[in-house]
């Protein structure tokens, strides 16, 4: 069984623009989370996503959006980036009670 | 807001040492979760523990819930250089989906050959 994909692996961006991530989970899994991790911060739940619909939001600006589409792969955006946005954004299906993580998308924001 | 305190931060030690990884709250949490990352990778799950006094094994891991489920802790036996990684607890609040979990900021263990 396939992991948990995401991509791209790395993003280099500046201020003011807009990324978008992508996540693929396990097949047959119906819900992914998104979690953005830094060095200061560790890991900070942004949103799970659950047959198309927002089930959770962390605490985290509007600037950051996400979306899930029909066949469970989901997308999260960041609009008018921020030198704090630079952070590896981690993706993860649940399956169960259990949560499979993607390796990451590693952001820089200069 | 639920918080996960994690001690130590950092941890050295020598090939065959023993050592123990806290994960404290002032909140109860439905269950909490050990996760262990490598670098360049995502968290990978160890071990759930649902409750209170539960103690769990995974080989020479043992985890332990405890009785007021606002606490949890690691004890590594004999550990080895394949042990070094980031482990992180992690807290599931109550009637709170497994996809919302709070993460305590984790503990950098480095074992030394």
């Known amino acids: 069984k396939a992991g948990v994909t995401q991509t791209p692996r790395y993003l280099i961006k500046t201020r003011g623009q807009q990324v978008t991530l992508s996540c693929s989970p396990i097949?047959?899994?119906?819900?992914v989370s998104w979690y953005q991790q830094t060095p200061g911060q560790g890991l900070q739940f942004l949103f799970e996503?659950?047959?198309?619909?927002?089930?959770n939001k962390g605490n985290f600006p509007g600037r950051f959006s996400g979306r899930q589409f029909s066949n469970s792969r989901s997308e999260m955006n960041v609009s008018t980036l921020e030198l704090g946005d630079s952070a590896l954004y981690l993706c993860?299906?649940?399956?169960?009670?259990?949560?499979?993580f993607g390796s990451g998308t590693q952001l820089s924001v200069l | 807001t639920q918080l996960l305190e994690q001690s130590p931060q950092f941890l050295s030690i020598q090939e065959g040492e023993n050592l123990t990884v806290y994960c404290n709250s002032s909140s109860v949490f439905s269950s909490l979760q050990w996760y262990r990352q490598e670098p360049g990778e995502g968290p990978v799950l160890l071990v759930t523990v649902v409750t209170g006094g539960e103690v769990k094994k995974l080989k020479r891991l043992t985890f332990q819930f405890g009785d007021a489920r606002k606490d949890s802790s690691l004890h590594i036996t004999a550990a080895q250089p394949g042990d070094t990684g980031l482990y992180l607890c992690a807290g599931a609040g109550s009637g709170t989906s497994y996809g919302k979990l709070t993460f305590g900021q984790g503990t950098i263990l480095t074992v030394h050959p």
């Open positions: 996503y659950f047959s198309e619909t927002q089930r």
């Open positions: 097949s047959g899994h119906r819900s």
């Open positions: 993860a299906s649940k399956g169960g009670e259990k949560l499979f």
